[in-house]
């Protein structure tokens, strides 16, 4: 029974180092978007392309959560983050990617809690699915 026990303490004592080691979706794409400039590539609307909108603007992704658009000329900050909705599953589609932009009207439309598609060290994709108008948008950075 002591051996039995013994055995169970080492056994939950390597499965908890293996979880320091281990870096998750969250914080890699945390990281990602941190790095560098990006710009929005695609952005489409339930049914219209509205890439032009936000095309001509960079972003920076801060590690304190603010998020900052500039184009040179206008500049607009609101937050983000990453949040994980099932951490016990380590999978893509349980994050929400969060961005908020309470003005101009224009990027609050991108305020959202959007699920990630895909993402790479130079782009993220993201879909948003019941919106205003109910029906899906899909946002794209791309790393400048």
């Known amino acids: ?9 080492i056994v ?7 979880e320091g080691i281990k870096e998750t979706n ?3 794409i945390q990281g990602i ?25 960079t972003y920076e992704f801060d590690p304190s959560s603010i998020l900052s658009a500039t184009d040179g000329t206008n500049s607009f ?3 983000w983050g990453i ?10 589609p349980d994050l929400n990617f969060n961005i908020l932009f309470s003005s101009p ?13 895909e993402a790479t060290d130079t782009k993220v994709k993201l879909s948003s699915t019941g919106g ?12 400048k």
């Open 83 to 92: 949040i994980d909705t099932d951490p016990f599953v380590d999978t893509l």
């Open 1 to 9: 029974m002591k051996q039995k026990f013994v055995l169970t303490l």
């Open 77 to 79: 900050s609101g937050t």
């Open 132 to 143: 205003s108008n109910g029906g899906t948008d899909y946002l794209t950075f791309d790393r």
């Open 105 to 117: 009207p224009s990027f609050a439309k991108l305020s959202a809690n959007w699920k990630v598609i």
């Open 26 to 28: 969250q914080s890699r």
């Open 33 to 57: 978007m941190q790095e560098g400039t990006w710009r929005i590539s695609y952005y489409y609307d339930t049914s219209v392309d509205e890439t032009a909108i936000y095309s001509n603007y």
């Open 12 to 18: 939950i004592s390597l499965m908890g180092c293996d």
